[in-house]
Structure formats: C-alpha cells, structure tokens
C-alpha cells in the first residue's frame, strides 16, 4: 500500500492542475445538484419492533386520517391575580386563540376548546389549548410555528400570561456559532503548531471542500432517498473533525519529509505513502465506527452514519490527492520562516537532515514516560478508573421541557401546567386498545388501579369500534424513573392487545432501543477495528491495548457526563438548570464519534512507532522517535477538536450542551492521558513482546506496509542510498 499511495501523492504533485480542477468540479457539481433538488424534509422516524411504534402502526391503520405521530402543543394561559379563566373576557380571548389556530396552517389536525375538554384547573387559573399537527415537530413548516406564537403573542396582549410547550417548537438546535468556534481555534492551533499560514490553510480549506462535497451530496440525494434535512448534521461534524485531522498528518509528514533533505515532489510522495497510509486505516476505523450504526435497526441513525461515513471517505480521498496537489502549488512557503531558516543553516553546514536538532517536548515527554512507566501507567488509569465511578449511574432517558432553561416558553409551560395540573400533564401516555368497546372499558378499570396514574379518561372507540384510544395521564413528569415504571407496569397488566404509545413511551422505547444496542454496537466496532488494527501494526497485543484504552476514556468521560448532567457536580459552571437522565442517544453517540477520533491518534502515533521499529530502532528509541514526529501534531490535533466540541457547551439546549461537554471531555482523556500517557507507558513495559504476532497468524493476514518498509527497500534499490537525494535537489530545496 505504501508503494501504491508514494506513487499516487507523486502524480497529484505532478499533475497539481488536473487533481485541483477535478476537485473543484466535484465541489461545483455537487453544489448545483443540492441547489436543484427538492427540498428535504424530515426522514420517516421509525422504531421497528418497539410496542410504540407498533401502537402508532395500529392507529394509523385503524383511525385513518389520524395523526397520531404529529407534532403536539400545549398553550398554557394563566389568568392575572385575583382572575380566573372563566371570567367571560378571558374565556373570550381563549376562543379566540382557539379560532386563530385552526386556521393558523394546513398541518393543523386538531385544537382542542379547554372549557369543552375539561382543559381548566380545579381552581380555575390555568387553561390550555392542546393543538395537534398532522406533521411531526421536524417537518412542521416556519409559517406553522410562526402562526403558533404569534396566538400566543396576541392572547398576552388581553394581560394574561400565555407561554407554548410540546414538541411543535422543536427544531434542530442551531450549530453554525459553534462550528465558526471551531474553525476559528483550529486556525489558530494550526499557525502555532506549523508556524505557517500556508501550511496551517491547507486543512482547513481542504476540510471545508470535502465537507461541502460531502454534505451538498446529501443535500442533492435528501429527497430521493429519504435522508431527511438532518441527516448532514453529524457529516458535517465528523467530515469537519476528521479532514482537518488527515490533512493536517499529511503535511506534518511532508514538512518533516523536507526537514530531511528530499525535494518537493519526493516529499509528497513519501508523506502520502507514509502518514497516508495512516490515514486510509484511521478512515476505515471511522467508517466502521458510523456504518456500525446500523445495528441500533433505527433507520434515520443508519442513514445518519452511512451518510457521515461518505463524508469520512471523501476527506480521506482529499487527503491522499488534493493535499500533495496544493503542496505543489505552496513551495516552501509550507515551512515557516524560521525553519526555512534553520533548514538552510544545515544544508550550508553540510547536514541534510534534523537529527542533531534540540529534543521537543514529545522527545523529553517520551524520556520521562520511559524512566516511570509503572508510575505513568498507574496514574493514567487509576486517575480515569476515579472519574469513571459515577458511569455505573447511568440514567438513560430523553429530556423534557422541565429540562429548558427557565428563559425558555417551553419551560415556563411546563411549569404552568405542573403547578395547574400535575407534572404528569406534560406527558401523557397514549394507550392504544385492540378490542371491541368491553375490552377498552376493562383496561381503563385496570390502568386506574396501578400506582403512579393522576387520570384516565374515557375510552374513544373508532368507526368500525374495534379499536379504542384512552389517556392516561401519570402523577410524575415525563422523562421521571416513576412514569418509565408506570408505562412498563401497564403493559405487563393488561395483556398482548394493550399497546402503550405516545411522546413519553416513544421516548421510553427509543431510550431502552439505545440501551440494548449498545453492547452489540461496541463489540461490531471495536471487533472490526482490533482485526484491522491488528493488520495495521502487525501485533496483537497493540490493538488490544488500544481498544483498552478507548474504553476506558468513553466510560470516564460518560462518567463526567453523569456527575455534572444527572448528578448536578459542577452544574452551575457548564450551565445546568435541571438534572435528569443522560440522553439515551449519548453512549452510543460518543462511541462512534470518539472512537473514530481516538483510532486517529492511535494511528498516526504508533504507526510512526512501528515504522521506527521496523527499521531498525530498539522498543524505546521508536517510542521517543514515534513522539518526536507525531506527539505535536495529535496534541494540535485533540486540541482542535476539544476546541470544536466545547463550543456547544454555551447552547441552551440541554441536549446540544450535553453532547458537547460529553465530546470534548471524551476526546480530553483519549488524547492526553490514553495516547499520550497510557500508550507509551505500556509499550514501555512490553518491550518487544509489543510487536509480537505469531507465525501462524503473520502468513494468514495481508502485509499491508502501512510503516513504508518496502517503499523504503524500493527506493533504496532505486538510489542506491536509501533516502538520500542527489545534490541537485539539495540546492533545489534551498533555493526554495
């Protein structure tokens, strides 16, 4: 392989044109295909084999014309002191409102009158309209939602306090500050770590064209094959994260290339061969991190990641291609000016290369580790094993509305409401009976004699009377321990042709979903990847050790997520207004992300090892020459992405702030403490049992030379000096 991508990085320096133009026209055919498709919507939202899908199935087969998955809103009106709701001016003003939504927008199925509904507290302050939607809160249009708080608005106008929950305001968070952050610091990080505005430009501009390859792609494909408008989101991240990641290995290298002595195109050449080959197995770790969604069977998740895992492999092909081409094109201006300075200092004393250069921090880093790793080692794990205590917790769960900031007119009619009418109004659970109206009657009596029900309504039977609705409304709020044992009491009660459904259970479901798959997932993906990361280095005890370690930086960094997010620890600092469960979604999500991010440094790091090993170096001198090389750029590398993923932390969804601080921390203790400490720290206690693979095992797997030892040997072959150039590319580099 290292043979065949030398080759590849020396054609796209050579022919730099054709390689940018290609790119360039994939970039524009990509964006007139995503500006000429149709507008995406939202992507079916399915759980497959759950009892509330199962339940919403029956409903629409049942009750046709129904909505039964639309969105829902709550506009909760509270009379000023001394007032009640059912003074005739205020009833005026709510019949009103009711007026104003059934006319607001076609997506309107329903709006409910609350003095026809029972709608109206006991002691007659509180009323609300509940407006169903024939969409769900994803495919709600603007004019919908505008209508929806324009109502509002206006009711506030007569003095009453008129606030709107349900999910008809959800909308997907907005990420585009979070992102600039992003790519800000990353800039920032580039320039000191490469002295180079050239060299630091290069992986942001090529990261920026593969993600709009990437996404505009999807955007030209949302229509036709149901990905839906968010589908891009995690692409964009990931596309993001990895691409500045792989550029930024690639010209590391290829500026160390030029550190030694070789010419520009043979520079490229041998970093594409060399880091590239790092960068096509961290890709493929990243691809089988995002397909592996799919063992969750939610089809938006398995769109979600197979659509991220195109984005993956575009910033790899980028890598491999377009960087060399832009290499061509920067010259030595890639080198900043000191280290061209430095450089030229060399050649004029007659050293082609840096070995007598002073040790960096990785080299000293790397020598400390070496005289303590027992200490090193223990510290790591002890200190990441501490923070890991609070994941055996582990609530999983969807937030509410009671988990908005109090600012927020979600969280104030959540309140309204639970004040009014109990905290279980917020979520009431929707229980769908297959049987005649006798069958719907004996499941009411049944569910008003289970502990944690507020209320039971009436059975609502359809046309044919073979099928009935009834609303159950629980004492405790929705995303509570009580009204997840609620739902799972009334159907171990009520029998087979009892179904459970609505917001609250479908949350319940999908929380449980995620749970039970996240086993399965971890041994799909950390399997796959010990087997290619086996073939990678050529050891078993390498893959092992990583795989080891990722898993216990996940579970210190879920443990993080649970201390500040369900237990409070910290709260006030990252802007926690409510604790609760952790979002279901959370472990598996940080799995893949981080996993891919992590196998990234894993990569590029020992893979410098290995190569140094190979070649002749003793277990711990390739550990130091594995830190000299790489320590600087998988630290700028973390640092990027920490920087990316902290910028979500100041979102005032709880969601969008959790998976922030979830990200950022993960990728914390992966890099600097597994990576930098753990890593070196055992390879230091294995020695050469590290690279220990038995013969058996060495015939049966492919030799892959992703270390660049036949590349080495060829070229050796070629020059007769193994990576020496002749002294015309000496003056050549120079001159540059």
């Given amino acids: 392989m290292a043979t065949f991508l030398y080759k590849l990085g020396r054609f796209a320096f050579r022919r730099r044109h054709v390689v940018t133009l290609l790119w360039v026209a994939l970039l524009a055919l990509a964006g007139v295909g995503a500006a000429s498709a149709p507008a995406a919507t939202s992507s079916s939202f399915s759980m497959p084999g759950t009892e509330a899908q199962k339940a919403f199935d029956l ?7 129904g909505s039964a998955d639309g969105a829902t809103a709550r506009v909760v009106f509270k009379a000023p002191d001394g007032q009640k709701m ?60 505008d209508a929806l708080t324009e109502t509002g608005t206006e009711a506030q106008k007569s003095g009453l306090t008129v606030e709107i929950g349900g999910d008809a305001l959800q909308a997907m968070p907005e990420t585009g500050t979070g992102e600039i952050i992003g790519v800000v610091v990353a800039g920032i990080v ?30 030209a494909l949302a229509d036709a094959l149901d990905l839906g408008s968010t589908t891009g989101t995690l692409a964009t991240m990931i596309g993001l994260a990895v691409g500045i990641d792989y550029a930024l290995f690639i010209v590391s290298r290829y500026r160390a290339e030029l550190a ?86 060399r050649e004029a004393a007659g050293h082609g290369d840096a070995d007598g250069a002073a ?6 880093w790397a020598r400390f580790v070496l005289r303590r790793p027992v200490a090193v080692l223990l510290v790591g794990v002890v200190g990441l094993g501490a923070l890991a205590v609070p994941a055996a917790s582990l609530e999983m769960g ?20 639970s004040d009014g009418f109990g905290p279980g109004s917020n979520g009431p659970l929707m229980v769908v009976v297959d049987g005649d109206k006798e069958a719907a009657a004996r499941a009411a009596d049944t569910i008003k004699g289970l502990d944690g029900v507020a209320a039971v309504t009436p059975p609502t039977p359809n046309k044919a009377g073979d099928t009935a609705m009834i609303t159950v409304v629980p004492k405790d709020r929705p995303s509570s321990k009580a009204t997840e044992d609620l739902v799972h009491d009334i159907r171990d009660t009520t029998g087979d042709d009892v179904l459970v459904t609505g ?51 996940v579970v210190a960094a879920l443990g993080a997520v649970v201390a500040v997010f369900q237990w409070g620890w910290l709260g006030s600092v990252f802007g926690v207004e409510q604790t609760g469960p952790i979002m279901s979604m959370m472990p598996i999500f940080m799995v893949g992300v981080v996993f891919g991010l992590a196998m990234d440094y894993e990569v590029f790091l020992v893979t410098r090892m290995r190569e140094a090993y190979v070649h002749g170096e003793r277990p711990g001198e390739a550990i130091v020459t594995g830190f000299r090389h790489g320590a600087r750029v998988v630290t700028a590398a973390a ?20 998976i922030g601080f979830g990200l950022a921390t993960a990728v914390l203790f992966d890099a600097f403490v597994v990576r930098m400490a753990v890593v070196p720290a055992v390879l230091a206690l294995l020695g050469h049992r590290a690279w220990w693979l038995p013969r058996w095992l060495d015939r049966v797997l492919p030799n892959v030379d992703v270390e660049g030892e036949g590349l080495r040997k060829e070229l050796a072959d070629h020059t007769g000096r193994p990576g020496d150039p002749d002294a015309d590319q000496e003056r050549e580099l120079v001159r540059v």
Avoid: C, W
């Fill in 503 to 553: 917001q609250t259970a479908m949350n319940i479901d999908f929380s449980q979903k995620m749970n039970d798959a996240l086993l399965p997932y971890l041994a799909l993906v950390v399997g796959l990847a010990f087997l290619l990361l086996m073939v990678v280095f050529r050891s078993v005890l390498v893959p092992l050790k990583a795989a080891l370690g990722f898993l216990l930086s």
């Fill in 190 to 219: 580039l320039v000191i770590t490469f002295g180079s505005l050239i060299a630091a430009g290069l992986p942001l501009l090529t990261a920026i064209i593969g993600v709009g390859i990437g996404v505009s792609s999807i955007t």
């Fill in 86 to 145: 059912t003074d005739p001016a205020n009833k005026a003003r709510v019949d009103k409102a009711v007026a104003d939504l059934r006319a607001g927008s076609d997506q309107v199925a329903d709006v409910t009158d609350p003095y026809a509904a029972q709608a109206v507290s006991r002691d007659g302050t509180t009323a609300y309209i509940h407006v169903t939607y024939e969409a769900n809160g994803m495919e709600l249009t603007d004019a919908t939602r």
């Fill in 359 to 364: 040790p960096n921090a990785g080299t000293r």
């Fill in 260 to 345: 030694e002595g070789h010419d520009r195109e043979e520079a490229a050449g041998r970093a594409v061969g060399t880091a590239g080959s790092a960068v096509v197995f961290a890709g493929l770790t990243v691809v089988i991190a995002l397909v592996g969604l799919a063992v969750v069977n939610i089809p938006m998740l398995t769109k979600m990641g197979v659509a991220a895992a195109g984005t993956v492999a575009v910033a790899v092909l980028i890598a491999l291609t377009l960087i060399p081409a832009l290499l061509g094109y920067a010259g030595g201006r890639v080198l900043g000016r000191k280290a061209r300075k430095e450089l030229a200092a």
């Fill in 398 to 417: 969807l937030p509410d509305d009671g988990a908005q900031p109090t600012s927020t007119t979600q969280r104030r009619a959540y309140d309204l409401l």
């Fill in 59 to 65: 409903l629409e087969e049942r009750f046709p014309g």
């Fill in 639 to 658: 640092v990027i992405m920490i920087a990316v993923f902290a910028g979500f932390i100041g979102s005032s969804e709880q969601m969008v702030k959790m």
